[in-house]
Structure formats: structure tokens, C-alpha cells
């Protein structure tokens, strides 16, 4: 199988080629090559035991999605979008990228023809969604994005039913809770502190929380990220039905539970370098947001995440730190 | 007040077209001048109180929308379509005219800037819904439309509310029931037994009726039609809050329903010229449409419906029919 991975220099995109260095295959079927495509082009990845190629590739110049569905790919990640911030700071470049990019991706498959259907995995978000919110989201909540973001993952999501409905390809769009925890450095996104509570005082640092204890949001780590991706990649569309897009599983929690948790797996004196410093702005943002899912399509089609919070920074210390942190 | 009105050759855009004659204000407001436009050139009307002036445009021609905004109109109807069996038939004709015609509609309002801000009430469908559906669907349940036609209007109520919360529009949405009774010949759109069973009798020829009696949808008038739209126009937009598109209340009816209302209003003679002649395709089609619904937000903010298919009968009869029918 041909893998192409739309968004690969990514956090994710990074993580999902290194599973399939590992795995070798998806589904039961052996990867022959990977293209790996990002708007700066991705690192060539060491130990890959099939071809690699990489390319620097603005998916929303008009010619470049026809380029790159050109020799069929069998299976297309789709994770490339410019984030919520950036595409509410700037309108045109948000739709450009996030709408426009995506659309000529699909013409692009569409218009390849001749019973060409791939599978296309698309990470959508819950931003989607808008409050105000039940207690937990049921799968059939309607869609009434509160950004520019969340509308244009919303209107991809239309477009992958309808172009996989017509039989043009065979989409899957997923909607990942928010990565926690992220590695890298602390950024300014206004999510950051979910990551960065718990990062932070595991490497040692300060970790600044700007909101109160009582905040519950989403979370999945990115492990789970990567088995959603690889997961929905060899999954039966046909069990899947009409309705492609799905809210992915994860462990909803409030910040004051994620300290807890923090405490039991890391011990009191990391979490004692967690500093309050209340902001009013990333507090009015963080209200408008998803606190709590009840997703049953995916777990019944075999969609797994953690089950708790404390597995979640388990899977931070495994997975990053090497099984250990600054005590 | 300018008011642009686009599909204004429609039967919806003719009857709104005569309702702003009689009135001469919307929300109190007077009418000076209406541009009608269509993909062909609207008649002209007779006996305006306002200037009138009719053009051919097609809205997916670039640069169309931007000279139809050119001189600022203070509300624009929104109401060009092509058919959802169209849409079907035509994909790119169909994302063509309405998805890129809606957006480009928008971009020019966006990039008139300098503080336009114009009411913008656009037709939407309840075909944005798909089966399965609840018994009757609730203002809070997913779009996940199947049909093309169904996409590209759920794309519209997004973007419709992206533009609104931008502030680049102020636009509203109306999801209309199906039009029943629908004036003129029956035509071959797969709902159009629900009009010809009731036009046809009440003009004395004889209808077919192409599905089972307990068949169940949701339907309004012509003349709730455009009460809908004149109050959309007129609404304070502040209470409709950021979820710009609203399911208009109805009638929920089955085949049955509707058939028992003829007998009551027109009586047994005329009910008995429908002819029963199942047709498994159009069996199969309406079984994926919605069959009620239950609306709160739209009533709560005024918008009303006929409170029974009786009243759908009489209002037909009042309004084309001058009164009476062939007994």
C-alpha cells in the first residue's frame, strides 16, 4: 500500500509515520511507501522499511492536490490545517487553507476517476461544536461551530460525506479530543495550560495555570491520536454508514482532577510547581468549549482511548520522558 | 429601504415580491426600491409603490455578486437554488450554483466593508437532515444531510453564521417544510404528490398518489412561506443569538391526514379523484425524509405556521383559487 500523509511535520504526523515504521503495515496490509507532505517539507524519518519520499507542498495552490493523488494513493491522512487562532486572526488565510485546501483535495480524488476511491482520514475537531452544551455531547449534537476553525472542519466534514456518499472516495473524519499531554515546548495556545500543567512540572519547570480548578474539558493523549488514525484507516466503511465523521472517545476531566491525578502518578512536590495566575481572556475563551462527550458510535466500532487521567500522564512518562520525570 | 431579492422569478420570489407591494415596509420600515434578479430576468411587476428593477445574473459567475452589492441593498433574499434532483444529477453543477454562488455572495458583502452590514435571510432546507431520524426532530439535532443538495445548504447555514459572528452580515436562515400547496403544474419532483393530491382534485382533474397513506412529512404554505421570510427580515437579530438558521414550524401530516383534510374542507366528490399507483422509487426516496419535527426556537421568536392541513387547504383555496373549487 502507498500511504500519503497531508500535514506530516507535524506533532501527529510525526507520531503517526513512526507507528508505521513500526507496524509495517495497516489492516493486515504492508505499507510499500510513504509520502510525506507538509507546507515545509517533512524530515526524512530513519529505519523505514519502505520508500519514503518528502515534499514541501501547499495543498491550497491551485494543481497541487492533483499532483499529489496523481500516482493513487491507497491511503490519504489528511491532518494539514492551519490552527483555530491563526484562522480566526486572519479570515481569508483560515479558508484558504482549512476550506479551500481540503476541497481541492477531494476534487483532486474525484477527478482522478476510473473506480480511484481511497480511504481518506480526516481529523476533524470538536471545535464543531458550540456552546452552550448538554453535560456530555451525544453523537447527534448539531454542529454550530463558535469560529472560523470550528466551521471550516464542520464544512469539511459535509464535504467528506457527500463526496464518500457519491463514491468518489472513501472518507472517515475523526474528531479528536484535545492532545493532552502535548509535548514540545509551551505554546500560546489558549489550550496550552492543560498540556503544560502537567509537562512542565514533570521536566522540573513552573507550569502557570490561568484558570480555576473547576474547568473540565476533553482529553486524549497523543498515543491515542495515533491508534484513532490508524485505527480509521483500515476500518470497514461499510459498518461506518452514511454519517462519516465521528466524535472520538476520551477522558473528560476537570484541571483540579488532572492535579490530582498528576499527585497520585508524580507525587506532591511536582505538583507543587503548578502557579496560579488567573486570566480573564483564557478564562472567557475556555468557557465556550466542549467540557464533556458521550460518544457511542466510536467505541462501538472499535475506537479505544484512556480510561483515566493518570493513564493519560502514564502514557506521557512512557512515551516521552523514558519511564521517568524530575522528582 | 433597498431590498435585493435573488431567484426572484421563483414561485416563493414572485408571491415575496407581491407581499412587499402590499406592504410597502418591512419591520416598519418603507420599501423604496427592489432589484429582482434571477438566472433569467424576473417579470416585472405591476403596481409597485417603490422603484423597481429586474436583471439576469447568475450568482456563480465571478464578479456577479460583487456588482449585485455594489450599491448597498439593506436586505437581501436570498432564495436561488437549484433543485435537490438537480443537485443530485449535477454534482458540479449543483456545489457550482449553490455552494460557490452562496459564498460568493457573502465574500462581496465581506469586501463592501466600510461598516455594510446588510439582513441577509437565506432558504434553507430541512434536507440538511438525514435518516434515522426521532420522532420528531428536536432544534439541537446533527446535519448530516444525504444529498448533495442537503450539503451545500448545511455548508450555507455555516457560513451564514461565520459571516453573522464576524460582523461582516447580519443574515438569518430559515429551514423551510416543504411548500404544500404548491400552485401550478404537478411537476416531477419526487414531493410533488404531496401538492398534486390536494391542487388537482380541487381542480377537478385527477392526482396520483404514489405512496402509502401513512407516510408522514412536514409541510407549510406558500403564504407561511413568505411570512417567514418577511419576518426573518425584520427580526431583531441580537435574540437570535450565534445559531443563525432555524427550523419555521409546520404542519406534520401523513398522506392519510392529508387526504381526510380534503374530504372535510372540499368533500368526498373531489377526494375521490385521487388514484392510488404505488411507485416503489418514489417509496423509496421519501422514506429517507424527515417526517416532524418539533421547533422551539422559531415559534419563541415569532415565526408562525398553519395549525392544521386544513387551514393549508383553505389558504390554497383562498389565494389561487379565488375562493371556490370544481365540487
Not at 16 to 42: C, E, M, Q, S, Y
Request: aromatic share 8%; proline share 7%; charged share 25%.
Amino acid at each position: 500500500m502507498h500511504i500519503l500523509i497531508i500535514g506530516a511535520a507535524g506533532m501527529i504526523g510525526v507520531k503517526l509515520t513512526n507507528r508505521l515504521i513500526k507496524d509495517r503495515a495497516i489492516g493486515g496490509k504492508a505499507v510499500d511507501k510513504v509520502t510525506l507532505v507538509d507546507v515545509v517539507a517533512p524530515s526524512r524519518p530513519e529505519g523505514a522499511p519502505f520508500a519514503v519520499a518528502t515534499e514541501a507542498v501547499d495543498l491550497s495552490e491551485p494543481g497541487a492536490a492533483t499532483r499529489l493523488v496523481a500516482d493513487r494513493p491507497d491511503v490519504i491522512f489528511h491532518l494539514a490545517a492551519i490552527v483555530s487562532g491563526e484562522a480566526e486572526a486572519d479570515f481569508e488565510k483560515g479558508y484558504r487553507i482549512n476550506l479551500d485546501g481540503t476541497r481541492y483535495l477531494f476534487e483532486a480524488i474525484r477527478k482522478v476517476g476510473d473506480g480511484y476511491r481511497p480511504r481518506v482520514v480526516f481529523t476533524s475537531s470538536i471545535a464543531v461544536f458550540g456552546a452552550p452544551f448538554p453535560d456530555a455531547i451525544p453523537d447527534e449534537f448539531h454542529h454550530t461551530p463558535l469560529t472560523s476553525y470550528g466551521t471550516q472542519k464542520a464544512i469539511d466534514e459535509l464535504l467528506l460525506s457527500d463526496y464518500t456518499r457519491r463514491g468518489f472516495m472513501d472518507g472517515i473524519g475523526i474528531r479528536l479530543p484535545t492532545i493532552c499531554v502535548r509535548p514540545g515546548k509551551p505554546n500560546k495556545a489558549a489550550s496550552g495550560f492543560f498540556s503544560n500543567i502537567i509537562r512542565e512540572p514533570l521536566a522540573g519547570h513552573e507550569a502557570v495555570l490561568p484558570v480555576s480548578e473547576d474547568v473540565r474539558h476533553w482529553h486524549a493523549s497523543p498515543r491515542s491520536a495515533v491508534n484513532f488514525l490508524i485505527h480509521a484507516a483500515g476500518i470497514d466503511g461499510a459498518k461506518v454508514g452514511p454519517r462519516r465523521t465521528l466524535s472520538m472517545p476520551g477522558v473528560s476531566a476537570t484541571v483540579g482532577e488532572q492535579i490530582e491525578a498528576l499527585r497520585k502518578v508524580a507525587g506532591e512536590s511536582v505538583v507543587k510547581r503548578i502557579r496560579r495566575e488567573p486570566d480573564a481572556v483564557i478564562m472567557k475563551i475556555v468557557e465556550g468549549w466542549p467540557r464533556n462527550f458521550a460518544p457511542v458510535r466510536a467505541p462501538a466500532l472499535g475506537f479505544q482511548a484512556e480510561k483515566s487521567f493518570e493513564d493519560i500522564i502514564r502514557i506521557h512518562i512512557e512515551d516521552e520522558l523514558g519511564g521517568t520525570w524530575v522528582k
